[in-house]
């Protein structure tokens, strides 16, 4: 099978159930903002030297491209994809996840800035990424429906990807950067 098709040539993409719609749409936008997410994971992945936090990564990867699929499809039509949907079950493993994770952690003090280690930086760029696609999401369900259960899970794996971040600086010793404000730098 060829990788082009050429059905995209004219600015319109197929979704699952046989509509065509505008590559500009929300449905593709939201659903694309997904996949970024994922492939930001990916890069992730592809740095974390911690098992669990890969583990964990690999499996919300997987969720994603459910969740993705779900998005691409009509509307219109009850159709069923053969795949499992997010649900409560999996936001409440995304809870479970920061809640163990945030027991190593110290309690924040003051907001932080993005960075710390090579992989905690990639988790904050998934975190806003993550944002994105749940905005585009809440976006979507203002004109089309949308199951609340994609919109919360989304929501819980922004923090999640947050406290991840947190927890890859601890567990490389490295400190978290705090915020401290224009008006706290210290002038030359």
Request: charged letters at 25%.
């Amino acid at each position: 099978m060829k990788i082009y098709t050429k059905t995209g040539d004219s600015g319109e993409t197929g979704l699952f159930g046989g509509a065509r719609v505008s590559k500009a749409s929300q449905r593709v936008g939201a659903y694309g903002d997904v996949d970024e997410l994922n492939s930001v994971l990916g890069v992730v992945c592809a740095h974390a030297t911690d098992t669990d936090l890969a583990g964990h990564l690999h499996q919300i990867q997987a969720e994603l491209f459910d969740l993705g699929a779900e998005l691409a499809r009509n509307p219109a039509k009850d159709l069923d994809l053969g795949i499992p949907l997010v649900s409560d079950t999996e936001v409440k493993r995304l809870e479970d996840i920061i809640d163990a994770m945030e027991r190593d952690l110290e309690p924040l003090k003051t907001f932080i800035l993005p960075g710390g280690t090579k992989v905690a930086s990639f988790l904050h760029l998934a975190r806003t990424t993550c944002r994105r696609a749940e905005r585009a999401v809440v976006g979507l369900s203002a004109v089309e429906p949308v199951r609340l259960e994609v919109i919360r899970y989304l929501n819980r794996l922004s923090d999640l990807l947050f406290v991840m971040a947190r927890h890859d600086n601890h567990w490389g010793r490295v400190a978290d950067v705090p915020w401290l404000g224009r008006a706290s730098a210290k002038k030359p």
